[in-house]
Nanobody
Framework: QVQLVESGGGLVQPGGSLRLSCAASGFTLDYYAIGWFREAPGKAREGVSC????????YYADSVKGRFTISRDNAKNTVYLQMNSLKPEDTAIYYC??????????????WGKGTLVTVSS
């Protein structure tokens, strides 16, 4: 069955870095776009980044552009989110989700359980 498992979250100081992983099973990343989302306390879930499988296009929320990088390792069937220059406002539970097709414009059909990122001194 389709599964997405996030890992790599933790406590980091402002200005630090973390790399989140989204390990996929039950399907191949070759045919599906993967998005990263986050949900901060008291706020709605928001899209952070997406990686298209059709042409490798990447998308980033304005709040993370220039700091976060999404990438994929097809051999490991895993998508990564490298997060640099972290700010306290990046504190959230981070989720990865499978898009219904190869484009980031499609909706999501499977979600992981999330990994907590806390940015604090």
């Amino acid at each position: 069955q389709v599964q997405l498992v996030e890992s790599g979250g933790g406590l980091v100081q402002p200005g630090g870095s973390l790399r989140l992983s989204c390990a996929a099973s039950g399907f191949t990343l070759d045919y599906y776009a993967i998005g990263w989302f986050r949900e901060a306390p008291g706020k709605a879930r928001e899209g952070v980044s997406c990686l298209s499988s059709s042409d490798g296009s990447t998308y980033y929320a304005d709040s993370v552009k220039g700091r976060f990088t999404i990438s994929r390792d097809n051999a490991k069937n895993t998508v990564y989110l490298q997060m640099n220059s972290l700010k306290p406002e990046d504190t959230a539970i981070y989720y990865c989700a499978r898009k219904k097709g190869g484009e980031c414009s499609t909706g999501m059909d499977y979600w992981g359980k999330g990994t907590l990122v806390t940015v604090s001194s």
